[in-house]
């Protein structure tokens, strides 16, 4: 059994309905609060999990978020540079033994593509912003080799993105892989449906992102425009794009199918009500709700690499059914309309799915973290 730690854990939002990084930093936590004293360090936070020591950081405003992100930073950094065994941050910040990165590095939308005369004028435009001199800086820091550090990318595609970013970095990143938890115990459709308020009659299409636009709600309304008129949507989601889509459903014709549900504190029961999970994300580093989805026997119908990065383990007609092209709404239509149509179809890939989930747990990626933190750990013994 790993020797028992204090840990700092560093993140701005500590809460599952903040996003995929979110629910991540949440769920690690709460497999190592059991084995480990850990504090948790964030502007915002429910106390999703018993047994941590929450501590509030100072917040001035949301916005301009990267002052915010600096003031953050240097706010945790005093907080935490004494009394922890080890400080693991799930944010842009230049302290932390243990550096979890969740999203493609600012350096590859600046930089990578460019080259020559081009190359020179993006770096200049970073000079004279305040913003991004900001978010380059803490971003390069948090890759900064030292004995007593470890980077970890959350897929082997965001580690592929990471090293071509920090080309020093390249074999020296670690990739861990966000867990699920199988479901002890279930409601039928029916049930979940009445809880959330849903249609009792027809099938159901589940969406659930807080960025509707990259996630890929405006292909997915235009494919429901084309599937049978007793084909619903269920969204769930922050609230705040909200309005404009629901206008967007009503331009389409689609106001009495598509369901707006907002931020829901867990998502077991939109999993249990829906026929089927559709993910036409434009960008994602992995994609956690694919996994939970399939955790609880819903097919699937994701974004293939390089858009997913879950989709580099899926095997397409067998775990998911991968679509090729995310804005390709007439092809995501296929997809889904297979899955409602094809009972054999729908069956095989809820029994893959589950096993796929079944073989990714969150116990597993928390034995992988233990096994860093022992390692900086001992790096750090002079």
């Known amino acids: 059994m790993p020797e028992s730690l204090r840990i700092a854990v560093i993140s701005r939002v500590f809460s599952r309905s903040g996003g995929g990084a979110e629910s991540y930093s949440v769920a690690l936590v709460k497999q190592l609060v059991a084995r480990h004293d850990i504090q948790v360090f964030s502007q915002e936070s429910d106390h999703p999990v018993e047994g941590v020591g929450y501590h509030p950081v100072f917040m001035l405003s949301r916005k301009p978020r990267w002052v915010n992100q600096l003031l953050?930073?240097?706010a945790t950094w005093l907080k935490t540079r004494r009394g922890f065994d080890v400080v693991h941050s799930h944010e842009n910040t230049w302290h932390g033994q243990i550096q979890t990165i969740h999203v493609r590095p600012i350096r590859n939308n600046l930089f990578i593509?460019?080259?020559?005369?081009?190359?020179?004028?993006?770096?200049?435009?970073?000079?004279l912003s305040p913003r991004l001199i900001t978010y380059v800086v803490l971003?390069?820091?948090?890759?900064?080799?030292?004995?007593?550090?470890?980077t970890v990318a959350t897929s082997d595609s965001l580690r592929i993105e990471c090293e071509q970013a920090y080309p020093f970095c390249a074999g020296k990143i670690a990739v861990i892989a966000p867990g699920t938890d199988l479901p002890a115990q279930s409601i039928d459709r029916l049930t979940a449906r009445t809880l959330l308020q849903l249609p009792?009659?027809?099938?159901?299409?589940?969406?659930?992102?807080?960025?509707?636009?990259?996630?890929?709600?405006?292909?997915?309304?235009?494919?429901?425009a084309q599937l049978d008129v007793d084909v619903g949507l269920a969204v769930v989601g922050k609230?705040?794009?909200?309005?404009?889509?629901?206008?967007?459903?009503a331009q389409l014709g689609l106001t009495?199918?598509?369901?707006?549900?907002?931020?829901?504190?867990?998502?077991?029961?939109?999993?249990?009500?829906?026929?089927?999970?559709?993910?036409?994300?434009?960008?994602?580093?992995?994609?956690?709700?694919?996994?939970?989805?399939?955790?609880?026997?819903l097919p699937v119908v994701v974004s293939a690499p390089p858009y997913c990065g879950i989709s580099n383990s899926l095997i397409h007609g067998d775990e998911a059914l991968l679509l090729?092209?995310?804005?390709?709404?007439?092809?995501?239509s296929r997809l889904i309309g297979s899955l409602l149509h094809e009972p054999a179809v729908a069956e095989h890939l809820r029994v893959k799915g589950h096993a796929f989930a079944g073989r990714h747990s969150w116990e597993n990626a928390a034995l992988q973290y233990e096994a860093?933190?022992?390692?900086?750990?001992a790096a750090r013994i002079p």
């Open 139 to 150: 971003e390069g820091a948090r890759f900064d080799l030292k004995p007593d550090r470890r």
């Open 239 to 249: 609230p705040g794009a909200m309005p404009k889509y629901v206008q967007r459903a």
């Open 72 to 74: 953050f930073a240097i």
């Open 113 to 127: 593509p460019y080259r020559g005369f081009r190359l020179a004028l993006r770096w200049l435009k970073v000079a």
């Open 372 to 377: 860093l933190y022992q390692e900086v750990g």
């Open 324 to 332: 090729s092209d995310p804005n390709n709404a007439a092809d995501l």
């Open 200 to 224: 009792l009659a027809g099938r159901l299409v589940l969406f659930v992102a807080n960025d509707y636009a990259k996630k890929g709600l405006d292909a997915l309304l235009a494919a429901m």
């Open 256 to 297: 009495a199918r598509v369901h707006f549900l907002g931020a829901l504190d867990g998502l077991s029961q939109a999993y249990w009500a829906a026929d089927c999970l559709a993910h036409p994300t434009l960008e994602d580093s992995f994609a956690m709700v694919v996994l939970e989805a399939m955790a609880h026997g």
